[in-house]
């Protein structure tokens, strides 16, 4: 019991440090190393023999150590490799050119409030190979923003139907999904296509429908709401664009991952890693034949490890304080209480997964980012999934989605941020607007995570 008050004080501390916009990372290692050191006191061993430097106190900062070379690695590097690429796409134009095309078809549909379903199916969809939630708005606020205003829409219609595109983190190339697979054991591509992608469907066609209703609602009682959209053509310039083709180039990493795998070629690995550098190449490739500039088009690779450090310093580092963290809440012996505690009171496999997704979710909401409390509780789940006799996978599911799902209901995430300045709008007047829509996304994920 003195394990579980210490280990509730200290997670209390942590996140009302982090609340007060402390550095999360220094906070999550120094909460981590509190709870190693209590552990150390009762006498709990920190690191197997093979891995202790012989003075156990030491070994608290050698688990960071080892964290840190696994992590940069494996995970780390895949992480790093896909921000990179999502760099280099957005420099050489190629996100623009995909999104811009996609955008074309919705000016076809009659209903406004049916083009903002489709605006968003459309937009989760660019979501699988452009996986930066920020990025992936602000090229929609470019692009398909001017589009939807254009054929009538409102401004926070529009606004709130962007600021969810990337609510459910899909894809290979997401970090936390490529998180969750690893830490499950799985081949991403097999997390994707058996677990995230059923769950998906089903969430995104209920979120387009919600969303057809709540926009409208809101539309009506502001009496901002059209029936009638007249057509015109966006805003977008292509003599500022790149040439077509280059909407393949961001689609090559997702369809040589996939590809390459057990659902078709499996005679062939594919790693994210690989696919990525190989796309890179190719990129480079359409850019010298594009500018015939070679020391242009060599120069440009810095955009691509630029893009990979600012993900090091930021996902790496916190994914290593959050399982220095999440350590120490192992070692100190309470999640086995919380455990025992859930068996106890009947909660059970399911119980305890609601439990864990709940705590996913509201830090994303207060924090803005779930990132933080998915990195420390996800690298419980294969422990806890073993004891109570689930899959991993099916506990990690609904806590990965949660953790997006939230943060499109967080008035102080970077994507609501940078859609409300684009469009000077409010930022809490957009989370009114996807609230309802995330919370239906919530249970859905859930729900059928659970079930399928």
Not at 434 to 447: D, R
Request: aromatic residues 8%; charged residues 10%.
């Amino acid at each position: 019991m003195l394990s579980l008050i210490l280990a509730f004080i200290v997670t209390v501390i942590v996140a009302t440090l982090i609340l007060k916009q402390y550095k999360a990372q220094t906070v999550l290692l120094v909460g981590g190393l509190v709870l190693m050191g209590a552990a150390v006191l009762m006498g709990y061993p920190l690191l197997d023999a093979k891995k202790t430097t012989g003075f156990v106190w030491f070994d608290l900062f050698k688990f960071i150590e080892l964290t840190f070379s696994t992590r940069a690695a494996g995970i780390g590097l895949m992480i790093m490799t896909v921000s990179g690429f999502a760099k280099y796409m957005s420099h050489i134009g190629a996100s623009r050119v995909l999104v811009h095309l996609t955008s074309r078809p919705l000016s076809l549909l009659k209903s406004p409030y049916l083009l903002l379903s489709v605006a968003y199916i459309v937009g989760q969809l660019l979501n699988i190979v452009i996986p930066s939630a920020a990025g992936l708005c602000v090229l929609l606020m470019a692009t398909m923003y001017p589009v939807l205003v254009s054929l009538g829409v409102s401004r926070l219609s529009a606004v709130a139907v962007i600021a969810t595109t990337p609510c459910l983190d899909l894809g290979p190339a997401s970090g936390t999904a490529v998180f969750a697979a690893k830490t499950t054991g799985m081949d991403v591509a097999d997390y994707f296509i058996a677990e995230q992608l059923p769950v998906a469907v089903i969430t995104m066609v209920l979120i387009a429908v919600t969303h057809f209703i709540v926009q409208r609602y809101f539309d009506r009682k502001e009496g901002t709401e059209i029936k009638v959209m007249k057509l015109s053509e966006s805003t977008e310039k292509l003599s500022d664009l790149p040439p077509s083709i280059y909407a393949i180039l961001p689609l090559v990493p997702i369809a040589l991952v996939l590809i390459f795998s057990k659902l078709t070629i499996a005679t062939i690995k594919m790693p994210v890693v690989t696919a990525m550098i190989i796309s890179i190449a190719l990129a480079m490739l359409f850019e010298f034949i594009r500018t015939r500039d070679l020391k242009a088009v060599f120069k440009s690779i810095q955009v691509f490890f630029d893009g990979m450090g600012e993900i090091f310093a930021t996902v790496v580092t916190l994914i290593v304080a959050g399982e220095t963290f999440a350590y120490g809440l192992t070692k100190i012996g309470a999640i086995d209480l919380i455990i025992e505690g859930a068996r106890d009171s009947g909660f059970g496999a399911v119980g305890i997964t609601l439990v864990m997704t709940l705590i996913v979710a509201i830090s994303a909401v207060i924090m803005g980012s779930g990132n933080a409390p998915f990195y420390s509780f996800g690298a419980l789940v294969p422990d806890i999934a073993t004891k109570l006799s689930m899959l991993p996978a099916v506990m990690i599911t609904p806590m990965q989605m949660a953790s997006s799902i939230a943060r499109s209901a967080s008035p102080i995430t970077a994507a609501i941020i940078a859609v409300a300045g684009i469009a000077d709008v409010s930022p809490v007047d957009i989370v009114k607007r996807t609230a309802i829509p995330m919370m239906v996304a919530l249970v859905s994920s859930f729900v059928f995570s659970i079930i399928l």
